[in-house]
């Protein structure tokens, strides 16, 4: 089984640049409507714009704010410390700072431009 959280935004374009940029993620769709983001060739997150409704109708209410309220979209990464430094250079907003948490690996609690709360992790030891 995989899983590729889809949010929706108002900006696909610049949410993917965000994403990229922290991530190191490549555009695997593009465009200003949707977009796949893949780590190689696995696709880890997916962006859809609010207003579009294609073949399947609305996928949320852009008027419920806060965005993702309940939902953190939470990544592990092998190279942890270089996202975190790379979050830092972007001035992303931080919830929590990078800390030990009691499992035993590192997270960094941020969030993204559209509001959502987006956990950075280090792999389990």
Excluded at 13 to 22: F, I, K, M, V
Excluded at 31 to 51: F, K, P, S
Excluded at 62 to 79: A, R, T
Excluded at 86 to 112: C, F, H, I, K, T
Aim: aromatic letters at 10%.
């Amino acid at each position: 089984m995989k899983l590729a959280p889809l949010i929706c935004v108002r900006d696909v374009e610049s949410s993917s640049r965000w994403y990229q940029d922290l991530l190191g993620l490549t555009s695997g769709h593009g465009g200003t409507e949707y977009e796949r983001l893949n780590d190689g060739d696995r696709l880890v997150l997916q962006l859809h714009q609010w207003e579009i409704e294609h073949h399947h109708g609305p996928l949320g209410d852009p008027s419920l704010k806060p965005y993702g309220n309940g939902v953190i979209l939470w990544f592990e990464l092998e190279e942890f410390h270089a996202a975190v430094a790379r979050a830092e250079v972007m001035n992303v907003p931080v919830l929590r700072p990078s800390q030990l948490s009691e499992n035993g690996n590192w997270e960094y609690w941020l969030r993204d431009p559209e509001g959502y709360t987006v956990v950075l992790t280090s792999p389990l030891p």
